[in-house]
């Protein structure tokens, strides 16, 4: 299936763009960057210079990824989130001049497959969020996020598990938990959760 990326879009010559990726109005692609195949970005997106971006990815309108940042397969991004690249930002140096793109070291978000970041929220580099956890609306992260977890809050904290199928994990014992939708079962070792073989 062929591209439909919009006459309104602004997409770079130089950038990588997959097998049936849509690209909004008023959204801003720069050189370097990829896009996997069968992404959705939405309107008034900016994917800065070298970001990478997965397969089966959607980001929503308003959303801004800033270089070096990496998205994997399945990412959901919801409206209005940013993905920072600068630690410690300044406009100018100490003696008042203003910086250039050599005068600092860029730092990366790094997000996992299906891992979904709610409306809003901020990802302060240098950060890796872990695979299909689930960040809520509004939540600013500042620290990495480990897979299947749950995210809320300025700062974010954890408050439980997620399942694959978006729901939150209901507790069997204190080490075991399952998906209420699918009953697959996962176990916790280490403040680890993994996915145990669900027959």
């Known amino acids: 299936m062929a591209n439909k990326i919009s006459k309104l879009a602004t997409v770079s010559k130089n950038a990588v763009i997959g097998e049936?990726?849509?690209?909004?109005?008023?959204?801003?692609?720069?050189?370097?960057?990829?896009?996997?195949s069968?992404?959705?970005?939405?309107?008034?997106?900016?994917?800065?210079?070298?970001?990478?971006i997965?397969?089966?990815?959607?980001?929503?309108n308003a959303s801004m990824l800033y270089d070096p940042c990496v998205l994997h397969d399945g990412v959901f991004i919801g409206p209005g989130v940013v993905l920072t690249n600068d630690h410690n930002p300044r406009a100018i140096l100490p003696t008042g001049e203003k910086k250039v793109s050599l005068d600092w070291e860029k730092v990366v978000v790094e997000i996992l497959s299906g891992a979904s970041i709610g409306a809003n929220s901020v990802c302060i580099a240098p950060v890796k969020i872990g695979r299909w956890s689930m960040i809520g609306a509004g939540s600013v992260i500042t620290k990495d996020v480990?897979?299947?977890?749950?995210?809320?809050?300025?700062?974010?904290?954890?408050?439980?598990?997620?399942?694959?199928?978006?729901?939150?994990?209901?507790?069997?014992?204190?080490?075991?938990?399952?998906?209420?939708?699918?009953?697959?079962?996962?176990?916790?070792?280490?403040?680890?959760?993994?996915e145990l073989e669900n027959k």
């Not at 069968?38 to 990478?52: F, H, L, P, R, S």
């Open 146 to 194: 480990p897979d299947f977890a749950i995210i809320v809050g300025n700062p974010g904290s954890q408050i439980g598990w997620v399942g694959k199928a978006g729901k939150k994990l209901y507790v069997i014992d204190d080490f075991l938990f399952a998906c209420p939708v699918t009953k697959e079962k996962y176990q916790l070792n280490n403040g680890i959760l993994k």
């Open 38 to 52: 069968n992404t959705i970005i939405g309107d008034y997106v900016y994917i800065d210079a070298n970001v990478k």
């Open 20 to 36: 049936n990726v849509f690209i909004w109005d008023f959204s801003k692609v720069r050189e370097g960057a990829s896009i996997g």
């Open 54 to 60: 997965g397969k089966n990815c959607k980001i929503q």
